[in-house]
């Protein structure tokens, strides 16, 4: 987690809206790169001025054209450089006393192939440092910007978008193609199309807080294929929709992460950088979607409709089967068929024909024109029990599909339920659906998908309302201090784990429910200890040597006496110097015993990108087997305790099924919000397994009987 | 489950290739349905002759008409009624007369209108039967079959569509007509395309049969709104995949069963309707497919290109990625990438550019032209490793989108290596997939569901190869009179629930291990008995009036000798008799108790449509928590009874997992084919539980402990 300093939205703005650009490195070769960005600006009409440099060429189009770029006569805002790699930086030097401070850099060979060339990559950077260069790039397609006062197209891509409020931001070049051109046939436009590259300078957090600023962006998308900063990702999300309400769909590759070392505790065996991912993209607001299909289905939804006040929503179709797939996947996502006001069951059941389904989802049936969709989508509209509405169509012979699209673009506008559709064909339906597109009805091909995108926005709706619950208790009854001196001094030490006894200081020193315990290095002060902390006891070894200490015989359980409690302590020692007869031992460990509870399993990771995170679930089998198990990223809001506590399928357990007891989910709760206090306050700790934290029934507390610390 | 006499191949091909044909019921009105049928017949160029009957027309079209159809000269030998519902049953009468035998029924107002409608259908089903009719219908889209042979449009779909190797048919005859708009947008041809509506007469089974033998027909698809006879649906879908090999892709509305009855058992509550198709399509090798897109996905692929032999596949893209997100999909789909042979390596390395990848998956860079695409593709398909072959293209301005696409036009066929491919984008793409798409080349517009689709087609290969697994055991140490006279009996008695006591018998009868018991009806009785079996013992009381048990204190665990079971008697009654004075009470039951063991539920539930289901999962939380239950349809195989076992999730606990011991599966095995046997032998079960069955340790045999039949 780098703490690069943030580009402010002037510095961006000057790279998107500026008013004289030089191309560096432009010639006329019609189909290369150089060529096709300077043609793409100057006929796709920009509004400023724009310069050729160029070594060898009088004239690129039939623009004068420049040697050096110092040798232009007037001040340049902006240069897009497109010189090969190897003499980029030379060019650089020249921008940078030439004075300009934005910059795109188109140039591919750079970081992405290899210790060559991120050696370049570093130099461009310290030339940019060196003049105050803000740039985007290099190895990008270019950047776009619709706005009809800049109108820039600085890209090597075929056609110039249309002008509309969605942004599109992609560390990937060769993708921008596709989606622009999978846009373009369904007339959906932006606002912003940035192709950031390999983000030496510019990223994807720096895009992120200028959109968040940009008036002519609605929605934002996003295509990622390596979150650097995963903790500053988060923040600026978090912002973006808490102040603007702006949704931000995001595609991230999942690779799994190949290779990662086998860890050495539970919390990091089964947090993969994957399911990390997906907690933080939904701890921060972000919708991940499973693809470009899914992201467009979505985001033609959130930019032209409001969202859904309910999850009520009404479907009409004009075929039975696809309206009971909808139903289905409506149902299955989350929304639900709101029931009809009887005034609305009235017309319809006066107006449709006896053989139409009146109830929600509405058959027209098969031969329907547009009168009947009419009807139906008015009184639905006008029904205080329906929120959104979903409109199916499959072309018969008499039905009037143009007629039908042109009504629906009447209503949709004239109220605030949104509408979407699905006219299902192709062909046929060509001619509606580009109704329908072009005035911005989100249509969808499939009416499943028509469904699931209105769940998305409704879901999104809600999580809105809900931000102000989002607040974080902060425990003041906490030793920071105490803790940090722990393990800073193990760390002096070169640890790599911190032996229990000391674990448990550090988790005392955050008033974690730790068990009496103490450190015994005689069997008379094992015997005094116990005494003391009162029966029965766990006694357990002590050794930076011995990590497994259960599985040969460092521990033993459930001692009820003084005696068996000296006993205990020279059998450890017994059984240790058995097996391991060169381990340095630092003593052994006695801990109070808890009685009846549910085993739980708390944990806290170090992400390299995200930072801490934690897990919890419940213990034995429920981890192992059924991986059942939440992710957080730290720092875990009140809300977000809940809903991590009930998003695991054995949450009943806990809540007393099958005739146990309920157990105490409030200490449950504050336990977990002190480990994420501890995980943001001691980002020393690499890895943390509480395990087992045995929850008692409710009332009677929860307690650590053991842990486990990684440095 | 009606036992309907099935229609011959014959009488199915006599309606789809009918050498004259009498529209009945047409007219002159240009876009209602009895017009453009008659249209459609005559402008799509049907090979046959065409007679137009119309009470009020003298002619239709061009073509003279005649009144009655009895009153034309010649045989005839297919009517299609187009009359309304109100008068159909008259015209059939005279069909009927003339002598026709086959039939497509167009007209709707039947079935679908309620129980006026219904009695309509059965009127002339009834006039059908009465003169040896086969009918398509009614309320139904039509009959299409592209044979060159016949060319029949018989339909009022709005075009025809291509020919081809796909068999479409429908339950739903509106959405027939956004399939074809949707399929003729691709060119996707079919064989024969029949929307079957009301299924009066020729059903799904019956098509199926038919298509099995149609030597044009090589994949079926199908979509379904209610299995009327699941049995029959399985058993058929079974022979077409074994006998022909040919896929049949489903798709089947899943509503939940809504009210659906409290069920008294654990498998009645947990064996919903769609949990139960999908077993049963699983089980008969149906593709269930979630949505059309799916459905025609999958099917290009089949139609098109042979299936690949193994699961390693590889991937060229120009576009890291897409690469990315399709390597995601691949592996998660079961597919995996692979390892090029050192040759591969080497031509890649020498034909490709530096920064290319030149491993699996293949990156020949944003900048690619055809050259590189057609060495990668060719060394790929010469690569032993590698048994299936995608290829991904994003549009650069330099991209050669139909050379690349001609040229992979060319390779297929040259190789038994399915190659399909995912040109992304929209417009600027749309020539070059034109160019695959008319050249039978499967064409995705997301790379992910091009290899989702290989996946598919790699699994249905597999599972071709393991059919001669399918064997059933068959137990013949089983007293099926034994158990079907009790079942009888009390049905007879109009008992809808079996004692303990009784449904052990009926375990007995079928040598499932019961353990050792007695039925006592006095203290020392219970005392006697017990002392035969051997201590421990349970104890439980016998009345029909009583169904849970345990809740009243019906039930005394672990009794250790006569003293205590003596008690344990009188205990028993007294506690019962308390709660429930009024129960008539059969005796107490004394079982011999099993030592320690997984616990284990197995159940059966009668399906209407399906029969005899059998459900399997570990007792306890796991089946009330987790639903981590498996269902299969009676009788199971003995690869399905392995699948069953190892496809739960709970399955590492029966194999040892966590320390415990690995339990005796050939024992679990062999209970559940009993289970199956007991079912189809004795279909008057409605609902069982053995709940638990206590799996002891490998070599220790399983044991039911208690039991419960439903009748």
Known sequence: ?????????????DILYPKSIAVVGTNNVIGSVPYDIFENILHDRFKGILYPVSPSEKNVSSIKSYKYVVDIEDDVDMAILVFPSSVAHLAMEQIGKKGIKSMVIISAGFKEVGAKGLEKEKKIKEIADKYGISFIGPNCLGIINTDPKCHLNASFARAMPEEGNIAFISQSGALCTAVLDYADARHIGFSKFISFGNKADVDEIDL???????????????YLEEVTNGKALMEVAKKVIAETGKPILAIKSGKTAEGASAAASHTGSLAGSDEIIDAAFKQAGIIRCNNLEEMFDYAKAFAYQSLPKSKNIAIITNAGGPGVLATDRAINSGLSLGKFEEGTTKILKKSLPAAANIKNPVDVIGDARADRYNIAISAAIKDKNIDGINVILTPQSMTDIEAIAKDIVKVVGQSDKPIYTSFMGDTDVAAGIDILQKNNVP????????????????????????????????????????ATKILDEAIAKNKTYLPEEEAVKVLEAYNFPVLPNGLANSKEEAGKIADNIKYPVVMKIISSDIIHKFDIGGVILNIKNRNEAENAYEQILKNVKKVMPEAVIKGVFVQKMVGEGQEVILGLKKDNSFGSVIMFGLGGIFVEIFKDVDFKVAPISVKEVNDMIQSIRSYPILM????????????????????????????????LDINPLIVRNEGKGCFVADTKIML
């Open 208 to 222: 992120l807080y200028y959109l968040k600023d940009d008036p002519k962006t609605k929605v934002i998308l996003m």
């Open 443 to 482: 249509h969808y091909v499939l009416p499943e998908n028509m469904v699931k995108s209105m769940a998305a926005t409704f879901k999104f709706n809600k999580r809105l309302k809900e931000i102000s619950e989002f607040e974080i208790k902060q425990f003041s009854d906490v030793d920071k201090e105490k």
């Open 656 to 687: 007393g099924a099958r005739g146990s007891e309920k157990r105490d989910i409030k200490s449950l709760k504050e336990t977990i919000q002190r480990l994420s206090q501890l995980a943001i306050d001691c980002p020393q700790i690499k890895e």
């Open 1 to 13: 987690m780098s703490n690069k300093k943030r580009k402010t939205y002037e510095e961006i703005n």
